[in-house]
């Protein structure tokens, strides 16, 4: 079996661990309000002690992580990539938007409530420098079709990605609104946007945005990608509508995990 065949076929088995951990509250990555990571099911004390050891801001954490990709981005593109290469010029906007964004709202727009475990930080960092390493991979190692290497065939993932950034950006000021400051640790029930619909929309446009970035990229590991990152953020966003109905007072109960009306 070819080596990118087996990554998707790893990818996506992964994904579906990944996404029946995070779904059952099995195992839901302790940050956030699932910082406590014994907060519904007990966990061998070995397992726990070593995810609770070390608290690093959970801010510095995100910067670093993403920061740390963005890194490896900027030496394999430096090294591999083309500027005649409408492929690599277009790949290579997600690849620094997507983490330059994301690192962008880790310093200036969340307000985190606390820290997170040097585990917990470790793993944030090897699974986003793993998903940059595989889609990096997926760009260079087969060079693109001529009929792929055009403005015209790529450009019309654009308006798609900028929708993308542009919707999980907004539902991520609304939470910010929510709170004063960092260390600020209330959770409230945010009332504006498609947080009206649904409790993770912000999830919701992460996807569509690496949704996009596949359709650009389309290769198989890249779908691979696609599907991990849909399977956790849909288990996730099943176990944070729980927690909210049992811990936010008045939380509505007709509201989806992710997308408005369908999920
Ligand atoms: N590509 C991927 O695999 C992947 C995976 C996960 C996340 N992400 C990206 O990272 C973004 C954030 O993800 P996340 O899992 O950290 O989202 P999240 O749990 O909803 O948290 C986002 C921010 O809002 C705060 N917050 C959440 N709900 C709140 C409420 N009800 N009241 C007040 N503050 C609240 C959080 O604080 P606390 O941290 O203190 O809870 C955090 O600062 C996603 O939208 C996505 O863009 C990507």
Not at 27 to 44: D, I, K, M, V
Not at 59 to 80: D, F, G, K, P, Q
Not at 217 to 235: D, E, P, T
Request: glycine residues 8%; proline residues 5%.
């Amino acid at each position: 079996m070819r080596f990118d065949s087996l990554l998707t076929l790893s990818l996506m088995g992964l994904g579906v661990l990944v996404g029946c951990a995070e779904h059952t509250g099995l195992f839901n990555a302790p940050y956030g309000r699932f910082q406590n990571p014994q907060s519904r099911h007990r966990l061998p004390r070995r397992v726990s002690r070593l995810l609770r050891k070390g608290a690093l801001p959970a801010r510095s954490s995100s910067v670093l992580t993403y920061a740390i990709a963005l890194a490896l981005a900027l030496v394999m593109y430096s090294e591999h990539g083309s500027w005649g290469s409408p492929y690599h010029v277009m790949t290579g906007l997600f690849l620094f938007g997507q983490y330059g964004k994301r690192l962008l709202e880790s310093r200036y727009v969340h307000w985190y409530s606390g820290e997170v475990s040097y585990a917990m930080a470790l793993y944030m960092v090897l699974a986003n420098l793993g998903i940059m390493a595989i889609c990096i991979h997926s760009i260079f190692h087969r060079p693109p079709a001529p009929s792929e290497n055009t403005y015209p065939a790529l450009i019309w993932c654009l308006p798609l990605m900028m929708v993308a950034w542009a919707g999980n950006l907004y539902h991520h000021y609304i939470l910010r609104s929510l709170r004063t400051g960092d260390g600020d640790r209330t959770y409230a029930v945010p009332r504006r946007g498609w947080f009206l619909r649904a409790i993770c929309p912000h999830y919701f446009f992460e996807v569509l945005a690496w949704l996009s970035f596949a359709l650009l990229v389309n290769r198989r590991a890249v779908y691979g990608v696609l599907f991990l990152i849909a399977a956790k953020l849909a288990g996730r966003s099943h176990q944070t509508r729980d927690w909210s109905w049992r811990h936010l007072d008045g939380y509505p109960r007709d509201v989806k995990r992710m997308v408005p009306f369908l999920y």
